[in-house]
């Protein structure tokens, strides 16, 4: 069974940039799975962010691919979410997942537990 | 881009009734549709993918059908832990996004 696990700044400072990481344990991230982030803003729905494969191919939600950079750490098992230029409407719980060769490699399998990300002065 | 419209919005209800939800995609996606789980506090959990197909350990009183735009996830009897929110999502090919609907809330009457 994978897990997940987030880690990172609770709070950012406006026009700053978001960071955070995920790691992975129980699987090798360089297997054939894609890693996902995935936000949820206080009282609405969920939004994909992107996703990046162990080798670094990479596809990111238009709607934030200029603002957003996803890394894989292979050594380190773990993967990594930039978010640039961050506003008050970024303040969100950020939730990594993968998605699995089982299902197509279409839907969020597993998730991390979340960690809210605070933007603010 | 293609859009998940989930109705309704809150579902009120009582332990043992049966739940129907809808997800309605503004352009057919054939059957690349799943389900999610999530309770207050929670990271969502897959139920439901490629419209009909249960994830593992999900429980048998939880179903999906459809294709094209119209899908609909069904709760045969609500157990206590089935009161959460619902959540439908698509993959479009091109551009490759993943997208989420707004969500439906059973919650107990």
């Known amino acids: 069974q994978v897990q997940l696990q987030e880690s990172g700044p609770g709070l950012v400072k406006p026009s700053g940039t978001l960071s955070l990481t995920c790691a992975v344990s129980?699987?090798?991230?360089?297997?054939?799975?894609?890693w996902s982030w995935v936000r949820q803003s206080p009282g609405k729905g969920l939004e994909w962010i992107g996703e990046i494969y162990h080798s670094g191919s990479s596809d990111y939600n238009p709607s934030l691919q200029s603002r957003v950079t996803l890394s894989v750490d292979n050594s380190k098992n773990q993967f990594s979410l930039k978010l640039t230029s961050v506003t008050a409407a970024d303040s969100a719980v950020y939730y990594c997942a993968l998605k699995l060769p089982t299902t197509g490699w279409n839907y969020f399998d597993s998730w991390g537990q979340g960690i809210l990300v605070t933007v603010s002065s | 881009e293609i859009v998940l419209t989930q109705s309704p919005a809150t579902l009120s209800l009582s332990p043992g009734e049966g739940a129907t939800l809808s997800c309605r995609a503004s352009q057919s996606i054939s059957t690349f549709l799943a389900w999610y789980q999530q309770k207050p506090g929670q990271a969502p959990r897959l139920l439901l993918y490629d419209a009909s197909k249960r994830a593992t350990g999900v429980p048998a009183r939880f179903s999906g059908s459809g294709a094209g735009t119209d899908f609909t996830l069904t709760i045969s009897s609500l157990e206590p832990e089935d009161f959460a929110v619902y959540h439908c999502?698509?993959?479009?090919?091109?551009?490759?996004?993943?997208?989420f609907g707004g969500g439906t809330k059973v919650e107990s009457k």
């Open positions: 999502q698509l993959r479009s090919n091109w551009p490759p996004v993943l997208t």
């Open positions: 129980g699987d090798s991230i360089s297997s054939h799975n894609w």
